[in-house]
């Protein structure tokens, strides 16, 4: 079974990137969608944007001028790079995967990313 | 953008409970909807997707209905695990959005 975990900084400073991977294990990257999913605290989930195996990108138009998704196969882990940051990214981040069904059967634990001088 | 609205955004219910939660879609979406089921401090767990299609390992006590613009989610009979925040997803079209959620609660 499929199995996601999400590393990075819990802490950036206002301004700077914020930087996470998600490293998948326990199945092939090749033919799924990818997917990142943040849920500020105590709010609802906002999808960032996903990464086919094989590099298309679909972004949300509210954050398409800060994010890019990209993916690494060969190391089994696909990014989420957002710039520019503020206090109102501080979010839970998800990945996921967007099974052969269309849906996300498959989610990470999360990682908090607080925005913060 | 298509937006889904989630009705009753609380609602207070017992064991034993028959509980439905309404999502409305902006525009059609056929059967493109997922629900997840979400509790304080944990990854949002797939309930529901194709809008009917019961999750593997999911207990028979939740079903998903509707297509178009109109979806429903019910639990059959409330159990004290069930008390959580429950959200829905259209997967129709980019960007892919969710409903506000649904807490339920004692």
């Known amino acids: 079974q499929v199995q996601l975990q999400e590393s990075g900084p819990g802490l950036v400073k206002p301004s700077e990137t914020l930087s996470l991977t998600c490293t998948v294990s326990g199945g092939s990257m090749s033919s799924y969608y990818w997917t990142w999913i943040r849920q500020p605290p105590g709010k609802g989930l906002e999808w960032i944007g996903n990464?086919?195996?094989?590099?298309?990108?679909n972004y949300n138009p509210s954050l398409k001028s800060r994010v890019t998704i990209s993916v690494d196969t060969s190391k089994n882990h696909f990014s989420l790079r957002l710039n520019s940051v503020t206090a109102a990214d501080t979010a839970v981040y998800y990945c996921a995967k967007r099974e052969s069904s269309g849906y996300h059967h498959y989610w990470g634990q999360g990682t908090l990313v607080t925005v913060s001088s | 953008d298509i937006q889904l609205t989630q009705s009753p955004s609380f609602l207070s219910a017992s064991v034993g409970d028959r509980v439905t939660i309404t999502c409305r879609a902006s525009?059609?979406?056929?059967?493109?909807l997922a629900w997840y089921q979400q509790k304080p401090g944990k990854t949002p767990k797939l309930l529901i997707y194709?809008?009917?299609t019961l999750q593997s390992g999911v207990p028979s006590r939740f079903s998903g209905s509707g297509s178009g613009t109109e979806f429903t989610l019910t639990i059959s009979s409330l159990q004290p695990e069930d008390f959580a925040t429950y959200y829905c997803?259209?997967?129709?079209?980019?960007?892919?959005?969710f409903g506000p959620g649904t807490k339920v609660d004692i």
């Open positions: 990464i086919y195996y094989s590099g298309g990108t």
């Open positions: 194709a809008a009917s």
């Open positions: 525009q059609g979406i056929s059967s493109y």
């Open positions: 997803q259209q997967l129709k079209t980019y960007p892919l959005t």
